[in-house]
T-cell receptor, first 113, second 111 residues
Framework: DTEVTQTPKHLVMGMTNKKSLKCEQH?????MYWYKQKAKKPPELMFV???????INESVPSRFSPECPNSSLLNLHLHALQPEDSALYLC????????????FGQGTRLTVV | DQQVKQNSPSLSVQEGRISILNCDYT??????FLWYKKYPAEGPTFLIS?????DKNEDGRFTVFLNKSAKHLSLHIVPSQPGDSAVYFC??????????FGAGTTVTVRA
């Protein structure tokens, strides 16, 4: 199993809603990532979890709240988002240090209305 | 300030010919470089990588060349196939977990 599975694939939410994005991998990878990608832009790193601990937060607004319940799961809790937060949210995982490839999920297309 | 740059947003190549994608970087601390391929509505998939201690890495039809003095790397695809039509991202890493991406190059392989 070399997959990173993200749910849902598409999400439309209002600015007052609370929703969560989910990511799962069963490759035994100990690093998991959230990236945000806007149209025609490169993916931008948001958060990194290493061994289930948050190791990098790229100054992401607090309306995005990551959670790593166990080594296979990564969540991104969303609350009071703005329309400009609409983007493709990508989850990735890697065995450890990035001298091996990171595997990406297919992303959640988020639209904030 | 983008540290990884792909200055060609698009590339069109005939099937069977060589595709050459270029990538420049500004951070001399980058020590690992990767290429990812992305189809619409899918996440990026890893293609090939190279460590800064090497200047070439080959995997089937894909070869990556690294010129550290010029802070430049390139991806060669030979021969190009219709299924290679996708967006290609160059990425670089300087520490354990941060990966900086270029803006991507859209490759179209013409039959």
């Amino acid at each position: 199993d070399t997959e990173v599975t993200q749910t849902p694939k598409h999400l439309v939410m209002g600015m007052t809603n609370k929703k969560s994005l989910k990511c799962e991998q069963h490759m035994g990878h100990r690093a998991m990532y959230w990236y945000k990608q806007k149209a025609k832009k490169p993916p931008e790193l948001m958060f990194v979890y290493s061994y289930e601990k948050l190791s990098i937060n790229e100054s992401v607004p607090s309306r995005f709240s990551p959670e790593c319940p166990n080594s296979s799961l990564l969540n991104l809790h969303l609350h009071a988002l703005q329309p400009e937060d609409s983007a493709l949210y990508l989850c990735a995982s890697s065995l450890g240090r990035l001298n091996t490839e990171a595997f990406f999920g297919q992303g959640t297309r988020l639209t904030v209305v | 300030d983008q540290q990884v740059k792909q200055n060609s947003p698009s590339l069109s190549v005939q099937e069977g010919r060589i595709s050459i994608l270029n990538c420049d970087y500004t951070n001399s601390m980058f020590d690992y470089f990767l290429w990812y391929k992305k189809y619409p509505a899918e996440g990026p998939t890893f293609l090939i990588s190279i460590s800064s201690i090497k200047d070439k890495n080959e995997d089937g039809r894909f070869t990556v060349f690294l010129n550290k003095s010029a802070k430049h790397l390139s991806l060669h695809i030979v021969p190009s196939q219709p299924g290679d039509s996708a967006v290609y991202f160059c990425a670089a890493s300087e520490d354990d977990y941060k990966l900086s991406f270029g803006a991507g190059t859209t490759v179209t392989v013409r039959a």
